[in-house]
Nanobody, 113 residues
Framework: QVQLVESGGGLVQAGGSLRLSCAASGSIFSINVLGWYRQAPGKQRELVASITSGGSTNYAYSLKGRFTISRDNAKNTVYLQMNSLKPEDTAVYYC???????WGQGTQVTVSS
């Protein structure tokens, strides 16, 4: 099994930045793709970005350029750098070990206008 713990969420003003972290533990050898998803109130969970163990990245088209995903395989940690945040970025952000189907508990990001 894989355990994922997110951190770094919080309240930020529009235009600000946050960096989310997700630390993986357990059967980390089984992890290939790590991803960040988000779910806003009343909306479906959506992909934000994903990254493979080799460093290939994929982004939601609307977020490309403001958000950057990165990964430190030595620390078993994936990051999401979020810049130029907007109120519509407000959501619970979840880390996911995509190829094994494990999810973190989520971290709240709130962007005030």
């Amino acid at each position: 099994q894989v355990q994922l713990v997110e951190s770094g969420g919080g309240l930020v003003q529009a235009g600000g930045s946050l960096r989310l972290s997700c630390a993986a533990s357990g059967s980390i050898f089984s992890i290939n793709v790590l991803g960040w998803y988000r779910q806003a109130p009343g909306k479906q969970r959506e992909l934000v970005a994903s990254i493979t163990s080799g460093g290939s990245t994929n982004y939601a088209y609307s977020l490309k350029g403001r958000f950057t995903i990165s990964r430190d395989n030595a620390k078993n940690t994936v990051y999401l750098q979020m810049n130029s945040l907007k109120p519509e970025d407000t959501a619970v952000y979840y880390c996911c070990a995509v190829n094994v189907g494990s999810w973190g508990q989520g971290t709240q990001v709130t962007v005030s206008s």
